[in-house]
């Protein structure tokens, strides 16, 4: 009898396998013909600007979103005060006054200040670990809401934005088991961290070829995070599907990205490029009339600067997500 019941499970495994996308056959070689696929998408500077009209078309379904996305940043995890904010002016001006040839310059100060700003986690004001909790869920309402959004214009639906954030919480526990599965697969990075803290206090680097091995011991553990993590990224797009769960949608996820990983990293640096200009477009002006505004006394406790921090990190994530999101469409009709 449990011969039978085995026999009948390998069938099932061994069929469901059959059906997944598998170039590559233990103890055969795989050639480059057998695993490159095509994927026919438009190029990437359309990908970039596609994305923002998607958002600024249909701006009054994403505004109320960024909105509610704020209010909850500001409750449940907090913006950076205004007086640390200070702080960092006060240091650049001593940093300023003490250097030999005159002051910085505003567009430099500004640039400084926003850097640091996003470098030492000022972007909120509470680093506990129940605002961790809270912003990890506010970033799966994020997530969530504007997939939920961008599966109903495409199809040309009539959606409204309540229908949107009270239906695209539905999957909210297979994303976040998705979120976990995206953390261990994380753990080579974590790993990376923790050795290279340890090398520079034990001077383990001191020796070149203690640190050409480092080195290469750190590229592999990248390569690693990065090939797990390319596929992950995918299935939380696929686990929002109605009825999907989420070792199903991390093997669709999977047959998806084989053999066009290093396209979709390509991507995903030029997410990166286009989110870094559209910070300092927007941040450094606006940083520049914070300086100009604190000049009059009355203005000294305006958390003018922190505020738009916020409003510039809800508007990212909201922006990656339809980024990623048209990614996933296209890879769709590709398949």
């Known amino acids: 009898m449990a011969k039978k019941v085995f026999k009948k499970i390998k069938k099932k495994v061994q ?3 059959k059906k997944r996308v598998n170039p590559h056959k233990t103890f055969r070689r795989s050639y480059r013909e057998d695993y490159q696929r095509e994927l026919e998408m438009p190029g990437i500077m359309y990908h970039i600007m596609a994305s923002f009209r998607m958002i600024f078309k249909n701006w009054k379904l994403f505004l109320p979103l960024l909105i509610i ?4 940043n500001v409750v449940f995890v907090g913006i950076m005060s205004e007086s640390n904010y200070a702080q960092f002016q006060e240091i650049l001006d001593e940093t300023s006054a003490e250097m030999s040839e005159g002051d910085v310059s505003s567009v430099a100060k500004a640039g400084l200040l926003l850097l640091s700003t996003i470098t030492t986690g000022g972007l909120s004001g509470d680093s506990s670990e129940a605002a961790v909790v809270f912003g990890v869920l506010i970033f799966l309402i994020i997530w969530l809401t504007t997939i939920y959004l961008l599966r109903h214009i495409l199809a040309e639906h ?20 998705v979120f976990v599965v995206a953390l261990i697969q994380c753990l080579p990075i974590f790993f990376l961290v923790i050795a290279f803290s340890a090398a520079v206090q034990t001077e383990f680097l001191a020796t070149p070829f203690y640190a050409l091995v480092f080195f290469i011991f750190a590229v592999l553990m990248v390569l690693l995070s990065g090939y797990l993590l390319s596929s992950s990224l995918i299935a939380f797009i696929a686990v929002s599907v109605p009825g999907m ?7 669709t996820a999977s047959d998806l990205m084989m053999g066009r990983r290093i396209k979709f990293v390509l991507r995903l640096v030029a997410l990166f490029l286009a989110l870094l200009l559209v910070w300092v477009v927007v941040m450094l002006p606006l940083i520049m009339f914070d300086m100009w505004m604190k000049q009059f006394e009355w203005t000294a406790g305006i958390p003018f600067v922190p505020v738009c921090l916020t409003i510039m990190t809800c508007f990212s994530a909201i922006y990656i ?11 769709l009709k590709s398949k």
């Open 69 to 72: 996305a704020v209010l909850l």
């Open 15 to 17: 069929a469901e396998r």
């Open 245 to 251: 769960y989420p070792l199903r949608a991390l093997q």
């Open 158 to 177: 009539k959606i409204k934005f309540r229908d949107g954030l009270y239906n695209a919480m539905a999957p909210l526990v297979s994303s976040f088991l």
């Open 321 to 331: 997500t339809t980024y990623l999101y048209l990614y996933y469409r296209w890879m």
